[in-house]
Antibody, heavy 122, light 111 residues
Framework: EVQLLESGGGLAQPGGSLRLSCAASGFTFGAYAMAWVRQAPGKGLEWVSTIINSGTSTYYTDSVKGRFTISRDTPQNTLYLQMNSLRVDDTAVYHC???????????????WGRGTLVIVSS | QSVLTQPPSVSGAPGQRVTISCTGRSSNIGAGYDVHWYLQLPQTAPKLLIYDNTNRPSGVPDRFSGSKSGASASLAITGLQAEDEADYYCQSYDSSLSAWVFGGGTKLTVL
């Protein structure tokens, strides 16, 4: 079964750090670009970051540049999101997603995990 | 304020047809980037509904269809069913922001 399972969420203080993980199974992880998408409580979806299949190129939304780092461990079939200098407005459910499509800018989020909740509060 | 504009809500009776619009601009949909649609049931992960403007992944009923024209796109749902009640999101790429962008979401209510 094709599956994405996130972990690592929890409560963090403003300025703190968390590392999210996403365990992939049921597909050839190394063949696909992957992404993180977040959803603040009661709000819509917001793309956060993307990493290509080789891991050599990464992309970030402006609000997390310099604070978040996406990475992947292909032998372990795992995607990561290192989140530093956390802010209250980073509070959200963070979903990992497998990307589909042939052209980078036309990529779509083909498969989603259920997400892990990050709460940033003092 | 989302880059792609969707109506906050739409509604329809069982069996009816509803459409959800997604309006962009010259830096995203109008620039020719594809539009994709997602469905999110309460407390669940989003699910891909339409990709590359008009294509349905396997398992998605043909009651769901997508279209694109100019800087806008639409999702149509025919033969409305109670289980279609969910939030629907459109998504594309914006070259000005260098970002994959979503619409604000539309809540579909089946009356």
């Amino acid at each position: 079964e094709v599956q994405l399972l996130e972990s690592g969420g929890g409560l963090a203080q403003p300025g703190g750090s968390l590392r999210l993980s996403c365990a992939a199974s049921g597909f050839t992880f190394g063949a696909y670009a992957m992404a993180w998408v977040r959803q603040a409580p009661g709000k819509g979806l917001e793309w956060v970051s993307t990493i290509i299949n080789s891991g050599t190129s990464t992309y970030y939304t402006d609000s997390v540049k310099g604070r978040f780092t996406i990475s992947r461990d292909t032998p372990q079939n795992t995607l990561y999101l290192q989140m530093n200098s956390l802010r209250v407005d980073d509070t959200a459910v963070y979903h990992c997603a497998k990307l589909g499509g042939l052209i980078t800018r036309n990529w779509y989020f083909h498969l989603w995990g259920r997400g892990t909740l990050v709460i940033v509060s003092s | 304020q989302s880059v792609l504009t969707q109506p906050p809500s739409v509604s329809g009776a069982p069996g009816q047809r509803v459409t959800i619009s997604c309006t962009g601009r010259s830096s995203n949909i109008g620039a020719g980037y594809d539009v994709h649609w997602y469905l999110q049931l309460p407390q669940t992960a989003p699910k891909l509904l339409i990709y590359d403007n008009t294509n349905r992944p396997s398992g998605v009923p043909d009651r769901f269809s997508g279209s694109k024209s100019g800087a806008s796109a639409s999702l149509a749902i025919t033969g409305l069913q109670a289980e279609d009640e969910a939030d629907y999101y459109c998504q594309s790429y914006d070259s000005s922001l260098s970002a994959w962008v979503f619409g604000g979401g539309t809540k579909l209510t089946v009356l």
